[in-house]
């Protein structure tokens, strides 16, 4: 799905493909620096990190092994709350693991820094975070982010995993939506 495939619902493309993907080129030679000698296990949160995590993992150069998380974060409509639940946990057990968890977007911070003292209770050797986007002005907790793609404005965005009634998951940027998509 590309830009030409969804009508008029598109508002506009913040970031464009080239710029995701030449982004992640300099995010896993930071990596590849960072963790050389060592085994890496990237822990993706379902669903919206499954782009990022595809784009990125193809792109290390050190042995990687990867594992999946399921969350739902409890909160009144869009807005998380911090209270979280696990749909599906890991096969993989952590300890001595060096650990990334690599996500979509950090808006309130809130289901990652509830995620980041979850993975840390289970003896990993250390957790970083990498997320392709991150929402400064949204920020209700500080967490500590090791690799961040782009910091974007406080707004709405869909595209490159993330979705909006679960459709424009598979657009290959990250654009904001018409106003009339959302029934405005
Ligand atoms: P947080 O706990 O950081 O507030 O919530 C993070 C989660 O909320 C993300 O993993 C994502 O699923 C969702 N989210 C936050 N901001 C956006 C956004 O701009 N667009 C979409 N589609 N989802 C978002
Ligand atoms: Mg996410
Ligand atoms: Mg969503």
């Not at 392709?132 to 869909?158: C, H, Q, S, T, W």
């Amino acid at each position: 799905m590309d830009a030409s495939d969804m009508g008029d619902d598109l508002e506009r493309v913040l970031l464009s493909e080239e710029q995701l993907q030449s982004r992640l080129d300099e995010i896993a030679a930071q990596i590849d620096t960072d963790y050389a000698g060592r085994d890496l296990l990237l822990v993706g949160v379902l669903k919206g990190a499954v782009m990022v995590m595809a784009d990125l993992a193809r792109r290390v150069r050190v042995p990687v092994a990867m594992d999946w998380m399921a969350v739902s974060s409890y909160g009144s409509g869009t807005k998380s709350s911090g209270v979280v639940r696990i749909l599906k946990d890991l096969d993989t057990d952590l300890t001595g693991k060096h650990v990334i968890i690599v996500e979509d977007i950090i808006d309130s911070g809130l289901t990652l820094s509830w995620l980041l003292s979850n993975l840390r209770s289970r003896g990993p050797a250390s957790v970083e975070i990498a997320t392709m986007l991150r929402k400064p002005d949204a920020a209700k907790v500080e967490v500590p982010v090791r690799y961040v793609g782009f910091d974007i404005p406080n707004e709405f965005v869909v595209g490159y995993g993330l979705d909006y009634a679960e459709r424009y998951r598979n657009l290959p940027f990250v654009g904001t939506l018409a106003p009339h998509v959302y029934g405005q």
